[in-house]
C-alpha cells in the first residue's frame, strides 16, 4: 500500500485527519494541499479573480469549499477548451 505524504502534518500520515477536516485554509495551507502557491494568491486577491476569501485583521482565511469550487471552474477537458462549454 502507499504512503500518505501530508505537507500539513510534517510529511506523516498520522497527523493528516485534522486538516483534511479544516473548513478554513491560511494562504501556507492552500499552497501545501492544493499547489497554488502563496504568491499566486495574492496576485488573484489583487485583480479580484482568485478564490473568495475571508479577511480578520491582516489574516487571510480560504474558506474550503470556495478553492475547491474555484479550481472546479477551471476544469478544461483539452488545451482548446476555453470554459465557456459547447
Same mark, same amino acid.
Given at each position: 500500500m502507499q504512503s500518505h505524504f501530508c505537507p500539513l502534518a510534517g510529511g506523516s500520515e498520522a497527523g493528516c485527519a485534522g486538516h483534511l477536516k479544516k473548513e478554513y485554509f491560511t494562504e501556507q495551507e492552500v499552497e501545501a494541499?492544493?499547489?497554488l502557491t502563496c504568491a499566486y494568491l495574492r496576485k488573484r486577491r489583487n485583480? /479580484?479573480?482568485g478564490p473568495t476569501y475571508r479577511?480578520? /485583521?491582516r489574516k487571510v482565511l480560504y474558506p474550503r469549499v470556495e478553492v475547491?469550487?474555484?479550481l472546479d471552474a477551471r476544469t478544461r477537458t483539452s488545451t482548446s477548451d476555453d470554459g465557456r462549454g459547447a
Open positions: 494541499v492544493f499547489g485583480y /479580484g479573480d479577511k480578520i /485583521g475547491e469550487a474555484w
